[in-house]
Each structure stands twice: as C-alpha cells, then as structure tokens.
C-alpha cells in the first residue's frame, strides 16, 4: 500500500510515520523504485501496537522501541501478552524504601556533586534524569547510584587521580548488552507461555538472581586479575580479548 492508505488504514500522519522509521520503531519500506515506497501489513499491525502502547500503557518511545523490536528488528513473538510487565513488577521490587523520585538540585546538594557534572553521568548512561513538571527528577535508583559516586570520592577515587566522569563510561555500556540479552531472552522465551502475574514473579526472581550473582562474578575476576598480575609482573591492556 503507498503512504496515503497506510494513513488512512492506521490514523496516524506521514511525517509521525516517517519518524518512525528514522528511529527505528518501524521496517523500512520496500522501495520498487527510487521515489517510490510500498508499506505491507506489518507496518499496519506495528503502527497500532506502538499507539496502543502509548494510549494505554503511556509508555515513551525509548520504552517502545526496546517492546516492538528485537536485536534483528523484527517484533518479538509472543511478547504482546506481556506488554506492561513492569506495572507488575513494581510493587514485587519494593523493598519498604522511600521510592519517591527526587529532584536532580536536591541529590546535587545532598551528594557534593555538580548539577553539571550528574548531567554528565546521564549522557554517558550511568543514570536517567526523568524530566516532568518543568524540572529534572532522578528515581531512588539513580539517587543511590550517585550517592555511591559521591562515597568513591570521599574513598580516594578522584578526578585529580583519574577518576573523571568519562572513566564510568565503559560500565553502562556493559549493563546495557546484559540488560537487552536478559530482556530479549526473557519475552523471546516466555512471552505466550506466562500470564502477567507469573512473567512479573519470575521476572523480578531473575533480577536478583542477576543483582546476586554479577557482582560476586566481578569480585572474583578482579581478585584473579590481581593474582596473575602479581605473578607475572604484567599489566594486561584494557582492551585485551577475554
């Protein structure tokens, strides 16, 4: 179908689809020809998902995007019975804590830490600053993460050392990949096989597996590293294949 059917089949305009495209949340079309573009069915059934995500669930696009596509870019089967799982997961990952989000100016102050420089901390992907009501909000998560930033500070691990902002940049982008296998993994694999409240158990179950079990992964490669180091009087690159 040309671009005006596939508005007209779905209600949403040309250019709100073209964005779409741009960002990844949509195939691209089959061109026959060099001004020509053909949209199928799928662009149909994606095009309603991701409104039905953002009228029901209110979810952004970055959220979306993560939902519709897999690492390929083609939509995951059987993920949509789970579309919303994180509502159900909220309430099994409260841990009795104040969870009420803060506002960025109030961590900055608390923690000794420049606006600026928690800014920083977001582009390179170490936390999210949630923006609404006119300001920049972080949730406790990301409030802990910069409390635990400040703490190294006051350990010895300083900029005037090394320890700049820039020098956490490699660790999102580790998360990230592990993040995206655990998510993809997850509805690849249990999306047509589990109801919301059973998916929401397991899943949260996972994460602190996960949250349990990395972190004594990390110790115990670090103290490793540290042993061949002091047996072989050689430092290993940081770019090293593993």
């Known amino acids: 179908m040309k671009m005006k059917e596939l508005e ?17 949340l949509l195939p691209e079309p089959v061109r026959p ?28 696009l970055s959220v979306i995007r993560t939902i519709v596509t897999s690492e390929t870019g083609e939509p995951e089967g059987g993920f949509e019975a789970l579309i919303g799982l994180e509502v ?29 420089e928690i800014r920083t901390f977001a582009e390179i992907g170490l936390i999210h600053i949630d923006k609404r009501d006119g300001g920049e ?6 409030v802990r993460i910069m409390e635990i930033i400040a703490q190294t500070r006051a350990d010895g691990f300083t900029p005037d050392i090394g320890y700049t902002t820039e020098s956490y940049e490699f660790y999102p982008q ?10 993809v993994g997850f509805y ?35 103290v490793r590293m540290v042993e061949r180091v002091s047996e072989s009087g050689v430092l290993p690159a940081e770019e090293d294949e593993v």
């Open 174 to 183: 580790m998360i990230e990949l592990l993040a995206r296998r655990a998510v």
């Open 188 to 222: 690849s694999r249990l999306g047509d096989k589990l109801d919301q409240p059973a998916a929401a158990k397991l899943a949260v179950n996972g994460i602190r597996t996960l949250s349990e079990m990395v972190p004594l992964i990390l110790i115990d490669r670090i």
């Open 88 to 116: 159900a997961m909220g309430p099994l990952l409260a841990d009795g804590r104040n969870l009420a989000p803060r506002k960025l100016t109030d961590v900055a102050k608390d923690t000794g830490l420049g606006i600026d």
């Open 33 to 60: 020809k060099r001004n020509v573009a053909a949209y199928g069915r799928e662009h149909v059934k994606r095009l309603n998902l991701i409104r039905k995500l953002q009228q029901e669930r209110h979810l952004p």
């Open 137 to 142: 909000w972080l949730n406790q998560r990301n």
């Open 8 to 24: 007209a089949a779905t209600g949403i305009g040309r250019e709100t689809i073209r964005y779409y495209i741009r960002e990844g």
